[in-house]
């Protein structure tokens, strides 16, 4: 994956996410991470009574959304319609799910979008990382979002390093990304749209849109029907 493959608009169909002219302000994702908990107290300002419940002072959450009694919600957080939010999820802060997500038994959010019809269902752990629709992380898989220098993440693409300038930045999925079970995304991966992710890999860099990830150096192109 080359850097201008990297964009926004390589990875996204932003006309399933409220946050789509939020993202449109921006070329690639990761620059919208720093704004994520701006954006949200602003769109729940906008949020009407009659579809969403206001939880404390900053948690909208829609009415028809599923939500079990043990899940844990921080602060600034949107649950779109229909969403499912399962036993003992946490969502520590600044999330936007999108509408018929399904976040899962303990799973974490964390300064996240995940845009429509997103699965986090099992032992996922989501820090500072945009999810496309249809993404879909496989049971105990999750994004690093901090080096284990400390230093600030760069993306590796193909033709080169692209400096971020942010010490926080776990994973950006595609549209219709699937991550298999066990897998860690290592902090600035980028992963194109319609991929697949062989459980238990350790992804790092930037993975082509219409791939098959099997592990570091085996990557095989899907073939167009």
């Not at 994702?29 to 769109?43: R, T």
């Not at 206001?54 to 779109?80: C, D, L």
């Not at 945009?130 to 693409?157: E, F, P, Q």
Request: charged share 25%; net charge negative.
């Amino acid at each position: 994956m080359k850097k201008e493959e990297t964009k926004i608009v390589d990875l996204y169909d932003l006309s399933h996410t409220q946050a789509a002219d939020f993202l449109r302000q921006f070329t690639y994702p990761w620059e919208a991470l720093a704004h994520i908990k701006e954006f949200i107290l602003e769109l729940g300002k906008t949020l009407s009574e009659d579809e969403y419940e206001k939880r404390g002072e900053t948690v909208w959450v829609h009415k028809t959304a599923r939500v079990m009694p043990s899940a844990y919600f921080g602060e600034n957080i949107i649950i779109g319609k229909d969403t499912e939010i399962r036993h003992c999820a946490f969502l520590r802060g600044n999330a936007l799910v999108g509408e018929g997500a399904v976040v899962g038994n303990s799973t974490e959010l964390k300064n996240v979008i995940l845009f429509d019809k997103v699965q986090v269902p099992h032992y996922n752990y989501v820090g500072d990382s945009i999810l496309g629709y249809r993404a879909h992380m496989g049971a105990g898989s999750i994004t690093s979002n901090v080096k284990s220098d400390k230093l600030l993440v760069k993306v590796h693409a193909e033709d080169g390093d692209i400096e971020t300038g942010i010490k926080k930045f776990g994973a950006m999925l595609g549209d219709c990304v699937e991550i298999g079970c066990g897998s860690v995304l290592n902090p600035g991966t980028v992963i194109g749209r319609n991929c697949n992710i062989y459980p238990l890999s350790s992804v790092r860099g930037c993975v082509d849109e219409n791939s098959i990830y099997k592990k570091q150096g085996e990557i095989a192109k899907k073939v167009q029907g």
